[in-house]
């Protein structure tokens, strides 16, 4: 049985607070009032500028563990915290110019390839001369979620927040009440640290517990405790409105599903989180768990023992008021992420720092050209090399290693493989948008839809397509069938 909560196969070329669901820390009510979890539908030239989110890289980490594949660099060959936020506020900058508003864009618009050629050419040192020429009077980017993920944002210092959302206020709209998460760790040091953050505008965080138990944690390579991981957690709850947990199941042959339901009564219940992310381990090419795996050496978990855990933490979820509102993520309602359901919804964000990738509207209209302005949503990618990052910034503003400009077949099929994932699924509205063409149109075409439908894993109706519970505990054999 493959278990829905596995998708970074499908997910290669997205953002990795995507991979791993990291905007998770959610009690929303009270701050997301003019803030919605619904996608929004497709813009009119009349209608307001649509929301961008913006993600943060920040590589540097205390220790690397095993099993992770992400871009990141050891914090103890020092970290050069000035040069960093230098070069993050010229890069969002550089960004926020770039990005055009979604609603002067037409849906399933194409360029001609010549401009998206031109355009999207390395080394893209072009782009920052092109940002200083916005159109006079046209509407700045409306900014409603920020995410400092990693590596590990919160040995970062934390007028590095205080100044980036200095940054987004002067050269975009930041709402009031903007969503602003860090990933932590629960170490002191860390925790230490968390006043200054709230400070500095932070009002969510996502902890990387991962396990509960002693003994997964020594298995995981994790370097805190039970006891620092509820005494950070302890404290996050009194300090920020938003705070939530990652955990990671399906950690070893080993795992038994009894231990595993004390873990979440413990996390659900005795220490009260009302948001959950949680994620199938997955060994990943290059990681120290791959090179084990490789040598035999490590013992994983089969996939009917894995369904069985992810079906226990949708039960036991139940109990205690949290609605699987992804497949990876669970809610009190109205307590859901704000930034990472702007990643299934499909909307634009900025993707800042090494290795951070973005999706954005960019003109593909030369600045001195008298024709009419042509936008196109494009897929950017940073180099991750720090050394790299550095030098493009501080050079040209971006350090883009690669700009795809995606037409509407690839934003149907990225729409499809991140819109599935909510419980909500992709509305007809959302859809026309990003494919140019009608979900009915789709849907009554597709035989691999059409199978799915028969078989109960999609339903289909005038609101849109979404996944049968069913077919999100088995999402990965859905999109294989519909992609």
């Known amino acids: 049985m493959m278990v829905g909560a596995s998708l970074r196969g499908h997910m290669k070329h997205l953002p990795a607070a995507v991979h791993r669901s990291r905007s998770s820390s959610s009690s929303y009510a009270s701050l997301r009032s003019s803030s919605s979890t619904e996608c929004s539908s497709s813009p009119s030239l009349a209608a307001p500028v649509q929301p961008l989110s913006v993600y943060v890289h920040f590589p540097y980490c205390q220790h690397i563990c095993g099993y992770c594949a992400f871009t990141k660099y050891p914090a103890r060959l020092g970290i050069d915290h000035e040069r960093f936020r230098g070069a993050l506020l010229r890069e969002a900058r550089t960004q926020l110019a770039l990005a055009q508003p979604l609603n002067r ?3 399933g618009a194409l360029v001609s390839s010549s401009l998206s050629s031109a355009a999207s050419r390395p080394p893209y040192g072009h782009l920052a001369a092109a940002a200083e020429h916005r159109a006079p009077g046209s509407e700045l980017p409306r900014i409603h979620s920020v995410f400092f993920g990693g590596g590990t944002p919160s040995l970062a210092e934390p007028r590095l927040v205080s100044d980036l959302l200095q940054c987004l206020r002067t050269n975009a709209q930041l709402e009031e009440k903007v969503e602003v998460t860090m990933e932590m ?14 400070e500095a ?4 965080v996502s902890i990387g517990v991962q396990a509960l138990n002693a003994e997964d944690l020594v298995f995981l390579g994790r370097k805190h405790s039970v006891q620092e991981a509820v005494h950070a957690i302890r404290s996050a709850q009194k300090i920020f409105p938003l705070s939530s947990i990652d955990l990671i199941f399906g950690r070893h042959a080993k795992q038994e599903l009894s231990g595993w339901r004390d873990e979440l009564h413990f996390a659900l219940g005795e220490l ?8 199938e381990l997955s060994i990943e090419e290059g990681t120290s768990f791959d090179r084990l795996k490789k040598h035999n050496r490590l013992s994983l978990c089969d996939d009917e023992i894995s369904a069985e855990l992810y079906d226990a933490c949708v039960e036991v979820a139940a109990e205690y008021g949290l609605e699987r509102y992804e497949v990876s993520n669970f809610a009190v309602p109205g307590e859901e992420c704000v ?3 702007q990643y299934w919804c499909g909307g634009d964000f900025l993707g800042l720092g090494p290795s951070a990738s973005g999706r954005i509207h960019l003109s593909t209209t030369p600045p001195d050209s008298a ?3 042509m936008q196109q949503r494009a897929a ?7 050394q790299e990052w550095y030098e493009r910034v501080e050079r040209d503003g971006t350090a883009f290693e690669q700009i795809q400009f995606l037409d509407p077949s690839e934003q149907r099929q990225e729409l499809l493989m991140m819109g599935l994932r909510r419980r909500e699924g992709i509305s007809t509205e959302v859809f026309r948008q990003h494919s140019g063409e009608s979900l009915h149109q789709f849907v009554t075409q597709s035989d691999g839809v059409q199978w799915c439908i028969e078989e109960q894993l999609l339903r289909y109706d005038a609101s849109g397509l979404r996944a049968s519970p069913t077919g999100m505990n088995l999402l990965n054999s859905v999109l294989d069938r519909i992609l």
Do not use: C, D, W
């Open 380 to 386: 950017t990618k940073n180099h991750a090399s720090m």
């Open 371 to 373: 024709s009419a302005s």
């Open 201 to 204: 505008g932070v009002n969510r």
């Open 272 to 279: 009260g989180l009302r948001h959950l992310s949680l994620y």
């Open 105 to 107: 864009v037409q849906p």
């Open 339 to 341: 930034h990472n359901v």
């Open 185 to 198: 760790n629960p170490t002191s040091i860390e925790v230490e640290k968390l006043h200054a953050f709230r």
